[in-house]
């Protein structure tokens, strides 16, 4: 029984390159959250997605980041042009309903150069 | 803004010790979650309390969710080196349940020595 897979675990990008993060939900969950965590800042939500949908953005930056879950496949965000700024531990959960608990992969850190 | 508050920020305490941690707002909160986050990992939810004055037990760990649902704390009786970790509380500001409206705290970093 798998859990939500995250890959990569580590990425690391030069400055103005892209960054792309995947995340497989748990079996039978079709809701997916995206969070990014520093360590002075705590877990920040940034993105939540339903298949084919974007249900809320409003913790996502407008430019530089994007954000899918297509019908088939992993979930994506992405990260154009990353800047130093970019660097951090991001997370995804998924839930089987948008009120039931969380459960998180084991994230995708990102060093930017 | 509905903030929560963690403390101590960090700890590090022997085994077999006994500790408290604290999650407080001046906001009331309709839910609060504790998670427990291994460093390379992620959050993993411990429990999930509802109703002030709640008490919940796993294991060797106790919550107590604050009666006016403001606060809420846990406490671990003769930590063990497994309990080592980052502990989060994440508060859920309405009936909805919404998770994406989960406010979270920074957490404790808690050690616990051999």
């Known amino acids: 029984n798998a859990g939500v897979m995250q890959n990569p675990r580590h990425l690391v990008r030069r400055r103005g390159q892209e960054a792309r993060l995947r995340c497989s939900p748990m079996?039978?969950?079709?809701?997916v959250y995206w969070y990014r965590q520093l360590p002075e800042e705590g877990l920040k939500f940034m993105v939540y997605l339903q298949k084919e949908n974007i249900i809320d953005e409003s913790g996502m930056p407008k430019e530089r980041f994007s954000a899918e879950f297509p019908k088939e496949g992993p979930s994506i965000l992405r990260i154009q042009q990353v800047v130093r700024g970019d660097s951090a531990a991001y997370f995804c959960a998924s839930s089987p309903t948008q009120t039931v608990s969380l459960h998180f992969g084991n994230g995708t850190r990102l060093t930017v150069t | 803004t509905q903030l929560l508050e963690q403390s101590p920020q960090f700890l590090s305490i022997q085994e077999g010790e006994n500790l408290t941690v604290y999650c407080n707002s001046s906001s009331v909160f309709s839910s609060l979650q504790w998670y427990r986050q291994e460093p390379g990992e992620g959050p993993v939810l411990l429990v999930t309390?509802?109703?002030g004055g709640e008490v919940k037990k796993l294991k060797r760990l106790t919550f107590q969710f604050g009666d006016a649902r403001k606060d809420s704390s846990l406490h671990i009786t003769a930590a063990q080196p497994g309990d080592t970790g980052l502990y989060l509380c994440?508060?859920?500001?309405?009936?909805?349940?919404?998770?994406?409206?989960?406010?979270w705290g920074l957490g404790t970093s808690l050690a616990v020595n051999p």
């Open positions: 079996k039978g969950h079709s809701h």
């Open positions: 994440a508060g859920g500001p309405d009936n909805a349940g919404n998770n994406r409206k989960l406010i």
């Open positions: 309390v509802v109703t």
